[in-house]
């Protein structure tokens, strides 16, 4: 009889096992399913910020209002697509880096929003996201906005942004700031000259040491011969330029001793494609040194075509300042290129080789003695006998 009574025991107690696992099972299945019904409903309601190819292609207008800095970096910029190319139109008129202006752009199809940080626009000044704190950023096609955001703090989480109708601040995924914030030199076109090397005619340099002229020397062959001379060597070698020199103070131009052809292809190399570091805002030609210009080159292409550089004062760097003749535009450019247009006869010569042997051979023998000295102390005879 106890037998029995144990065996019910031991069965009862095993239906209560399956029971409470089969419950245990289903409340966890309850709790997944929860879980995943609350994720997808708070990701479902998260705004949808970025643009589609289509739509990409078809922003005409971009505006960025940056919080007050350094006084570098404007308060207010406006980019306009006129044709296939970008226009600064605001703070002033100017062509656009479009690379630049395309790249900021394509990151508006990046942006992704993973996250509400807060609900309330209470949290604005602290994620700097107020009208004052925050880089506000307007896109628009023809009249229509296609996106209104606003970028404040960076962080672990994501860029901290709100967006324009919509309270609350959300973390954004893809955020550049280099593409947004920036100075006014970062949206704008910085292209001095821009031509093909092998075109270059004549090179032709005014400086304090005097005027320089080099010549392009290449044989031009038929371009048909081109096609099928293989073994032809490039248009612009370094024996392909002759140059002539003369002093500041007068004399005729002459041949330049120990000339160095490959110097001026290096010239031709570094002016072909110059873009600024720098332009001027709200200075004048005086102020920049071009009312007495320190030096001027003039490139002259196969076609007749003029590119003349008249170089200014230093700038606040390691820079100098420069205006292409036939523009308003003054920039800044590295010293190094413009050393090619301020440098002495030296800077397009070979090495003198019998100075340095000569100077090598002075080095190299003993000092002269005064008569009476000798030794190590450089004493008279009979001292210290």
């Known amino acids: 009889m106890a037998m029995k009574t144990d065996m019910k025991l031991y069965v009862a107690a095993g239906v209560l096992a399956v029971l409470g696992g089969g419950l245990y099972l289903q409340k966890q299945s309850q ?9 997808d409903a708070v990701t479902a309601n998260l705004p949808k ?3 589609t190819e289509e739509q990409t292609k078809a ?28 226009m600064l139109t605001e703070p002033l008129t100017a062509k656009a880096n479009k ?5 900021l752009v394509d990151n508006l199809k990046e942006l992704k ?47 901290m942004m709100r967006i324009d109708g919509k309270e609350g601040v959300y973390a954004v995924k893809g955020y550049s700031s280099y593409l947004y914030a920036k100075e006014l030199k970062g949206f704008r ?10 075109k270059v005619k004549t090179v032709s340099i005014e400086n304090e040491h005097g005027q320089f002229e080099f010549v392009n020397t290449t044989e031009k062959k038929p371009e048909a011969d081109k096609k099928d001379d293989k073994d032809a060597p490039p248009p612009s070698t370094p024996a392909s330029w002759s140059g002539k020199f003369k002093k500041a103070k007068g004399g005729a131009l002459a041949n330049i001793e120990r000339f160095d052809p490959s110097k001026v292809a290096d010239l031709v190399r570094a002016f072909k494609s110059l873009t600024a570091l720098d332009f001027a805002v709200n200075r004048g030609p005086v102020d920049l040194g071009f009312d007495k210009p320190v030096a001027t080159i003039t490139i002259v292409m196969e076609d007749g075509a003029h590119k003349i550089i008249r170089l200014g004062k230093p700038g606040e760097s390691s820079d100098r300042w420069v ?13 190094y290129t413009a050393d090619w247009v301020t440098g002495d006869l030296e800077k397009y010569q070979k090495p003198d080789e019998k100075k340095k042997k000569d100077d ?12 009476g000295m000798h030794g190590g102390m450089g004493m008279p005879p009979g001292m210290g006998q």
């Open 59 to 86: 922003v005409d207008s971009i505006t960025i209002q940056q919080p007050p800095g350094d006084g570098k970096k404007p308060a207010k910029v406006v980019l306009t697509k006129k044709g296939d190319d970008w």
């Open 31 to 39: 709790k997944r399913e929860e879980a995943a019904y609350t994720y």
């Open 323 to 335: 205006q292409l003749e036939g523009t308003s535009d003054y920039f800044t450019i590295a010293n």
């Open 189 to 198: 076109d910085l292209t001095v000259t821009k031509f093909e090397d092998d």
């Open 99 to 103: 690379s630049s202006v395309e790249s």
């Open 113 to 159: 929003v993973p996250e509400l940080i807060s609900s309330s626009k209470e949290s604005y000044a602290q994620y700097d996201l107020t009208d004052e704190k925050s880089v506000h950023v307007t896109v628009k096609q023809g009249d229509k906005v296609v996106a209104n955001l606003y970028f404040g703090q960076g962080g672990s989480r994501g860029q």
């Open 49 to 51: 910020i970025s643009l």
């Open 360 to 371: 090598k051979k002075g080095g190299d023998s003993a000092p002269s003695m005064p008569p």
